[in-house]
């Protein structure tokens, strides 16, 4: 019996060692730029700027810190991987897939992301500005804090998002679908809300100063105490919305 434990063990080290061995052989060909997959590598810092990746799979992967600015990432697989702090500024994702990755503190300035999914993703504190992201999937995403300022997300969905402080600022949000977001304290000053849904979301103490939610369904959505001046509410959908102690478009406080 001892003899065919030994044999077992000695048999799950070697290979174990082999699976670390073929694991680190696809990191260097991936760095070396004869593979585009690496789903599961360790490649956290790995200095990737105008590669093209466009499909690549690396599901999974390490790459935090890792920097892909101006690179090739069109419908590339990126689910589930952690991109802490990575830098994708820049880059191309159209159509790629973040979803359940992990993104926080990660850049994407200036990304071109249409159709791309960060369903479930954590982009807690990400820095998104001027982001084009239109008919992007962010559903049950977590952007606490992030910067999509000045971003282009038209017909993005963010169902059940958490948008806690998160910063909007100027950004065209066009028949987006918002509905049960949480997005207390966040900035929306100036944005294009037009036809958007915001059916029962969560929007206590923000700012839409100037804001333009003409045609938008707020239906059951929650605005108390937030800063409604100036902003533009014509043709909404209004049933069970809650104003109270919200400073309404005309400066006066809704009771």
Known sequence: ????????????????????????????????????????????????????????DLSGANLAGATFHRSNLRGANFSGADLTD??????????????????????????????????????????MGNIRLTGGKLDRANLTEADLSSGLLNEASFVNATLNDANFLQSRLLRCDLRGVVAEMAEFTQANLRDANLSSAILRQSIFYLADLGGADLTSADFRQSVLRSAKLDNTKQTDTKFTGAMMPDNSIHQ
């Open 1 to 56: 019996m001892r003899t065919f434990v030994a044999v077992v063990f000695g048999a799950v080290v070697a290979i174990t060692g082999w699976g670390g061995r073929a694991e680190a052989q696809n990191a260097e060909a991936f760095i070396a730029g004869t593979s585009k997959d690496c789903p599961g590598c360790n490649l956290a810092g790995a200095k990737l700027k105008r590669r093209n990746l466009a499909g690549a």
């Open 86 to 127: 990575a830098n994708l500024n820049k880059t191309e994702l159209l159509q790629a897939n973040f979803s359940r990755a992990k993104m926080k503190g990660a850049m994407l300035f200036e990304a071109e992301a249409g159709r791309a999914d960060f369903t479930g993703a954590d982009l807690t504190e990400a820095m």
